[in-house]
């Protein structure tokens, strides 16, 4: 039997701190917590950043930090630093270190690193060892070479690895959803359909359960199946919740594709034990070739976003056109004046009140009481994006909709209205990579921090 | 005819990956359940979201009285021209759907 505790879907999001501590309470076999996904956007990975506050995180890691102290058990996050780069994962050991150092702590520092150099992943792909997934991206050697990071997914062999150094804390890079959360119930012989499909019901913490914001769950696995509890006193897990969460951010609700296989989730029975526990069994794990997910991000333009926001009533009837106008008028004055070709970038004004969500796929018209118009330019460098953005700039301001009226003038909420963006990135990769050892992709190594 | 959202309990989208969009239609009761499913054609959801009728996966799920439907996104999330980074807006064209 393995107990493994989550602390929360993501370090950063907040828990319910009297739940953690029950769950500490309760001797569980490795404490098992979530840094990130790609769910915020290619600039994360672009970047190697975290999207959440380094203060934020600061507080939640001492309290885990402490919790595992408390329950001399391993504390494990996957995907460090909400992108799991290399450089996320410095970014959390230097918290770690800060904090050993504050609370008198000597720990063994783990860190899996999940950066791919860009010579191996194009030596997959000339040797017919990648693999695009559904609905994936062209890719060329061209693309690999523009990427400023690509991650390999690590799964349970390489979350083991850094157990297995005897670490007390495991810092990993980017790995899948599941593999903390399934890592240990694998290696000690637990049921493996039941681990994996534990750790994607875990994943989320409480998500799965009556109350999402307690976050902290408890589950056991063992030989037959897995076992899940809500830490929070008012939080029960139902076979309905506890069922319905193999819907959330799944494009199949059955099937989880992970390295070296996939878990199939068909016939598998959830029961009641009571009305806070739901008992899963018969999920299955079908072992197949070892695999793992790439993810990569590249820099494709620099981006000067205007906003201003139209209220009378005229212009608001007829923005649509005023915006095509505009959107006219400024590429016409970028390509004469700063003598960029007309394909080299982009003007977009999206209609805030109007269709600025969905855009074609909107299918209602109302008038709205006023319109925000976002003004996006995005150009090959940042210096020719800002100033494509003071060419936008004045149309935001006094565009009349017809030659012979009166200037009008909308509504700035700042100045300058236009605002630097920065790079904007993509994603490039949705493919597999083969491997014939699981652990030669990634770097595996220990650190000594803080003091006795 | 009313609206989808109107009858059920909760539509919600979400991204699956960058790639993957996907819309899950939570029905409270089995006839609620079998009215979206034989109510919502496959072709109908396809023109919702401009994707190919092909490229539409459809679960319809008894024992949650849900129906899914995944598809590849218009737009790969993060792209210039993405308007919805995390996807939740695609959920309000079928809420807003007229069923039978």
């Not at chain 1, 929360?8 to 501590?21: F, N, V």
């Not at chain 1, 410095?90 to 904090?99: H, M, N, S, V």
């Not at chain 1, 799965?208 to 976050?215: C, D, K, L, Y």
């Amino acid at each position: 039997m393995t107990r493994v505790l989550v602390p929360a879907g993501a370090l950063g999001l907040g828990y319910d701190r009297a739940a953690l501590e029950r769950g500490v309470a309760n001797q569980p076999d490795i404490i098992a917590i979530d840094g990130g996904s790609t769910d915020s956007g290619p600039s994360y990975l672009g970047r190697g950043v975290s999207k959440y506050s380094r203060a934020s995180t600061k507080v939640e890691w001492r309290e885990l930090m402490q919790a595992r102290a408390k329950a001399g058990v391993p504390l494990v996050i996957g995907t460090a630093g909400t992108c799991g780069a290399d450089a996320a994962v410095d970014w959390l050991l230097d918290i770690t270190r800060e904090i050993a150092l504050e609370e008198g702590m000597k720990v063994k520092v783990a860190t899996l690193k999940s950066g791919q150099p860009k010579e191996r992943v194009k030596a997959a792909l000339g040797g017919g060892r990648l693999h695009a997934l559904p609905a994936a991206p062209d890719l060329c050697e061209a693309i690999i070479d523009a990427c400023t990071n690509i991650v390999a997914l690590a799964g349970v062999e390489q979350v083991a690895a850094a157990l297995g150094t005897g670490a007390d804390i495991v810092i990993a890079g980017r790995t899948t959803d599941t593999a903390i959360i399934a890592a240990l119930p694998v290696v000690r012989g637990d049921n493996a359909g039941a681990a994996w499909h534990g750790a994607k019901v875990g994943e989320c913490g409480a998500l799965a359960t009556t109350q999402p914001n307690s976050g902290v769950i408890q589950i056991d696995f063992d030989a037959s199946g897995f076992t899940i509890e809500p830490m929070a006193a008012e939080a029960s897990a139902t076979p309905y919740t506890v069922s319905a969460h193999m819907l959330y951010e799944n494009s199949d609700p059955f099937i989880l594709h992970e390295p070296g296989g996939h878990l199939d989730v068909t016939r598998s029975e959830y029961e009641a034990l009571d009305s806070r526990r739901v008992r899963v069994k018969g999920s299955k794990w079908v072992p197949g070739r070892y695999t793992v997910k790439l993810e990569g991000a590249r820099v494709v333009g620099y981006q000067t976003v205007g906003l201003a926001v139209i209220r009378e009533r005229r212009y608001v009837s007829h923005v649509r056109e005023w915006a095509a106008d505009v959107e006219a008028k400024v590429r016409d004055k970028i390509v004469a004046r700063m003598g960029l070709a007309s394909d080299a970038f982009s003007v977009e004004i999206r209609l805030i009140g109007m269709d600025a969500t969905l855009g074609a796929l909107e299918n209602r018209r109302e008038v709205p009481v006023e319109v925000g118009i976002l003004g996006i330019l995005t150009c090959p460098t940042a210096e020719q994006a800002a100033e494509a953005g003071k060419i936008l700039n004045p149309y935001l301001l006094h565009h009349p909709l017809t030659e012979d009226e009166p200037m009008p003038t909308f509504a700035f909420p700042f100045s300058p209205a236009e605002m630097q963006r920065g790079a904007l990135y993509e994603f490039c990769l949705n493919h597999v990579m083969e491997l014939d050892d699981p652990l030669a992709a990634f770097v595996l190594e220990t650190h000594e921090v803080g003091h006795a | 005819m009313p609206e989808l959202g109107s009858l059920v309990s909760k539509v919600r989208s979400k991204n699956a990956g960058p790639f993957w969009l996907t819309v899950d239609i939570f029905c409270d009761d089995p006839a609620t359940f079998a009215r979206v499913r034989d109510g919502l054609q496959d072709a109908d959801v396809a023109r919702l979201f401009g994707v190919e009728r092909q490229l539409l996966k459809r679960f319809d799920i008894p024992s949650l009285n849900v129906v899914k439907f995944s598809v590849p996104r218009p737009v790969v999330q993060g792209m210039r021209a993405d308007r919805d980074m995390h996807g939740a807006g695609w959920a309000c064209l079928l809420e807003e759907f007229q069923i039978e």
